[in-house]
């Protein structure tokens, strides 16, 4: 499956990103199959710069955004559709310990 994603460039605490399409299954730092555009948090006047048509043409063809990706298109009005929240992995230890929280929150101190 093809994705539209970012691949990370710049120096440290620095971070540029290329706006990339390749294999959902490839590294980010591999070849990719066409660069679609860039995308700069430090920069505040030059942010996003995207090739718009191809953008879309990857979207018609089938290719996905990462959830990154559909936030910043969605935000500049290339796509229209709802905000995607990031999926997070939460190990087994971790879920018990929240689960744990919660059950303590909800029982009444006695």
């Given at each position: 499956m093809l994705m539209l994603r970012l691949q990370r460039l710049g120096k440290a605490k620095q971070p540029t990103y290329r706006l990339i399409v390749s294999e959902k299954a490839r590294d980010t730092q591999a070849g990719s199959l066409e660069i679609l555009?860039?995308?700069?948090?430090?920069?505040?006047?030059?942010?996003?710069?995207?090739?718009?048509?191809?953008?879309?043409?990857?979207l018609s063809v089938g290719a996905q955004p990462s959830s990154t990706v559909h936030n910043l298109l969605l935000k500049n009005g290339i796509i229209s559709d709802e905000k995607k929240k990031r999926s997070v992995f939460l190990s087994k230890?971790?879920?018990?310990?929240?689960?744990?929280?919660?059950k303590k929150k909800e029982a009444p101190a006695a």
């Amino acid at each position: 499956m093809l994705m539209l994603r970012l691949q990370r460039l710049g120096k440290a605490k620095q971070p540029t990103y290329r706006l990339i399409v390749s294999e959902k299954a490839r590294d980010t730092q591999a070849g990719s199959l066409e660069i679609l555009g860039h995308y700069s948090p430090v920069n505040k006047e030059k942010k996003l710069e995207l090739k718009v048509e191809r953008v879309k043409y990857w979207l018609s063809v089938g290719a996905q955004p990462s959830s990154t990706v559909h936030n910043l298109l969605l935000k500049n009005g290339i796509i229209s559709d709802e905000k995607k929240k990031r999926s997070v992995f939460l190990s087994k230890k971790r879920k018990t310990k929240i689960e744990e929280a919660k059950k303590k929150k909800e029982a009444p101190a006695a």
